[in-house]
């Protein structure tokens, strides 16, 4: 019988001192008191660097780059063999000048084809084999995809983010 109710004591008491340490323990309740205290002795510094962020915003928000995620995910296989040996799994998005997110997906269809064909031509070239992970093998897909993206899209996008990437092996 003391075998089984010594671990519920123990339990017991565990939990007790637990919950008298949380309360003897927490944060005193803020007060107008503390709260004018502690905003005025920070009050000097906090607000001229919010101001200052405030500030920067506002210039760099005029001319600040959109992002516009692809809708869907591109798959693509990695061919070793003549049989499937990968698939890879890759999330993009564009940036682009401001106001042309509306371009982006009318022009998705064409995107996505164009933006296949890069991937495709990296998978074949062996560029998701290895470390394709490596950040020399990135630049140059990065690269490729926003050369193709220029071509249906023009100046409008400025760079194209690889979001998300996997490779699952069969």
């Not at 991937?119 to 140059?140: K, Y």
Request: glycine share 10%.
């Amino acid at each position: 019988m003391l075998r089984k109710l010594l671990p519920v004591l123990l339990a017991l008491i565990g939990l007790g001192g637990g919950a008298g340490a949380g309360l003897f323990l927490r944060p005193a309740p803020a007060t107008e008191d503390n709260a004018s205290e502690a905003a005025a002795e920070g009050a000097g510094a906090e607000h001229a660097a919010e101001d200052e962020a405030i500030a920067e915003e506002g210039e760099a928000g005029e001319n600040a780059p959109e992002y516009v995620k692809m809708n869907n995910q591109f798959v693509v296989p990695v061919v070793e063999d003549r049989r499937v040996a990968a698939m890879v799994v890759l999330s993009l998005s564009l940036e682009v000048r401001p106001g042309n997110t509306e371009a982006v997906y009318q022009r998705e269809p064409k995107l996505r084809d164009v933006f296949l064909q890069v991937l495709f031509d990296h998978a074949n070239t062996g560029g998701f084999s290895g470390s394709f992970t490596d950040g020399s093998n990135l630049i140059v897909l990065r690269t490729s995809l926003k050369e193709a993206a220029a071509l249906v899209l023009g100046n409008a996008v400025t760079d194209v983010l690889i979001t998300d990437i996997a490779r699952q092996d069969s």
